[in-house]
């Protein structure tokens, strides 16, 4: 029982993360109808621009900040330019972007940072939390900033004038316009958080993976695991999605004889056939009825 | 009476295919005017050229303003609200957040708050159902939300889009009824395409008919009625 709470748990934490980056794809997917594979890359990119302000000597929270401001101007500039000429293009066209984008991202950090493995400080450190055993005050502090993160973007979304119009740009375009708003800036303002929300998750799993350029690539498809069972639409959806995904993940690597660490990957993918076969718009994601 | 909309020469597209072939036609300040037509003649195309929707040319000028090539959100802006065909209701949103959705682009929070108000008292069946999502509200229901979302902009002028269609005969009275009392109370100047001839021949002070792209006919409501060729093709007697 000790060992299936221990699991839980964790879940919960990585799960977190997960929660962060399926935020991020369907923060995207709403307001242009596609999947950013380059998300874990940008969210990587982040990373290593934090771990660089540290090693100038700004303090964590100030890095943290920092990171979070440059890449939400950094997630606004790629729309811009990359993007934005692309919205009329085909699915296909919009694919090859976003690998062209993963790609670059990838290479550029390897460059600038090299491949090797480095140290990423946790601000919460890395005792038991609150004297118990079971999960570590790290994870505590992923599962807190991951639910601070939503609380702030329900408010957003709920509560403001630009989280209604961009709501309104993301269901209904024409209508939006009709009403006044600039959807093409609200897109842009979109890819912004996306990249923001991003780099948030980057900087809380960081400390557990530890930072090198491919650190996001397993991260990301759990995280389109998880936009996929909650539904892609649905950004509540994503979160709870995010927490199912990791304690699956981790129950799964301990009770399937066999599955271990090496399994645990194919299993976020099994998960997203089973769920695109069995229910495609996800828990709470709502159908997509077009009237003929 | 001076012009308030001025088109003259509009041509508008859809890919390879010309839909409008140099239409002109004014709309005086504090009117109410109706574009009449058969299905496919360009009614709905004219309404998108003014709001930008459509590859256009020619020149289109509101209050002084050239609106050919100005993207759509900022003709809005000028003032003009567009109550588009099949409604363009924000389904999964509250009726109250398409209200405030409607009243988007103003500051004055004040204004939109007493303004939501005078739209209960207007429409007050959407009163009973503010918190709804608009998506379950009837036919009826949906197109008083889609006048009341425009009227949030305070619009100089309103562009509707066949408000009648699909409404039970009793709901579209009472549309046209508030329609009109718009018009005249708050001096909103209305360019209402209908299918209901008979009705917004009733109300307008001004009608076009439109063919194939081209203005054919033009006068005051009351000539056009009594017109021969207008009664046997479009009011049916």
């Not at chain 1, 979160?239 to 301990?254: K, Q, R, S, W």
């Not at chain 2, 081209?214 to 017109?227: D, F, K, L, P």
Request: neutral net charge; glycine residues 10%.
């Amino acid at each position: 029982m000790e060992l299936f709470t221990n699991q839980v748990l964790a879940g919960i934490s990585t799960g977190a993360i997960y929660a962060c980056m399926a935020l991020a794809v369907v923060m995207i997917y709403q307001a242009i109808d596609h999947l950013n594979f380059a998300q874990g890359e940008m969210a990587m990119f982040s990373t290593f621009i934090s771990w660089q302000l540290m090693q100038w000597g700004v303090p964590y929270w100030g890095a943290f900040v920092l990171t979070l401001v440059l890449s939400f101007i950094g997630g606004i500039a790629i729309e811009r330019l990359l993007f934005k000429p692309l919205a009329k293009a085909p699915i296909l066209t919009n694919v090859a972007g976003f690998i062209a984008l993963y790609s670059i991202v990838n290479s550029v950090a390897g460059l600038i940072w090299d491949f090797t493995i480095k140290q990423y400080p946790t601000p919460f450190g890395s005792y038991p939390f609150l004297g118990s055993q079971l999960i570590s005050t790290h994870q505590a502090g992923m599962i807190g900033v991951t639910i601070l993160l939503l609380i702030g973007l329900f408010f957003f979304f709920r509560f403001t004038r630009m989280g209604l119009a961009m709501r309104a740009a993301a269901s209904l375009p024409e209508s939006a316009r009709l009403v006044g708003i600039n959807t093409s800036w609200m897109i842009a303002l979109g890819w912004g958080m996306a990249a923001a929300i991003g780099s948030i998750a980057g900087m809380m799993i960081a400390p557990v993976v530890f930072l090198e350029p491919n650190m996001m690539l397993g991260v990301l498809i759990y995280g389109f695991a998880a936009a996929v069972l909650g539904g892609l639409t649905s950004p509540l959806g994503a979160v709870i999605g995010g927490f199912l995904v990791g304690i699956m993940e981790n129950l799964a690597g301990t009770y399937i004889p066999g599955a271990g660490n090496e399994l645990k990957l194919p299993i976020a993918l099994a998960l997203i056939i089973v769920v695109l076969v069995v229910k495609p718009a996800g828990l709470l994601g709502r159908p997509i009825v077009k009237r003929v | 009476m001076t012009a308030m909309l001025n088109v003259r020469d509009l041509r508008a597209y859809y890919g390879q295919v010309q839909a409008l072939h140099g239409m002109a036609f004014d709309l005086s300040e504090g009117s109410m005017t109706t574009l009449l037509g058969a299905n496919g003649a360009g009614k709905t195309t004219t309404l998108r050229a003014i709001c930008n929707m459509v590859r256009s040319t020619g020149t289109i000028e509101f209050e002084g303003a050239p609106l050919i090539g100005r993207p759509t959100e900022s003709i809005v802006r000028l003032g003009i609200a567009h109550v588009p065909q099949g409604r363009g209701t924000f389904t999964t949103m509250t009726v109250e957040e398409n209200l405030q959705l409607g009243a988007i682009t103003r500051t004055d929070r004040a204004g939109v708050v007493s303004d939501i108000e005078r739209m209960y008292d207007h429409f007050p069946v959407l009163k009973d159902r503010y918190t709804q999502q608009a998506g379950t509200l009837s036919g009826g229901e949906q197109q008083m939300l889609a006048v009341a979302r425009a009227l949030m902009l305070r619009p100089r002028l309103m562009l509707l889009d066949e408000p009648s269609f699909g409404l039970a005969p009793l709901i579209v009275r009472d549309l046209f009824k508030i329609l009109g009392k718009i018009n005249r109370e708050d001096k909103v100047t209305i360019l209402v395409v209908e299918q209901n001839a008979q009705l917004a021949l009733e109300l307008a002070d001004k009608a076009y008919v439109i063919e194939t792209g081209r203005i054919v006919m033009s006068g005051s409501a009351s000539e056009i009625a009594n017109n021969e060729d207008v009664r046997k093709s479009y009011l049916g007697y």
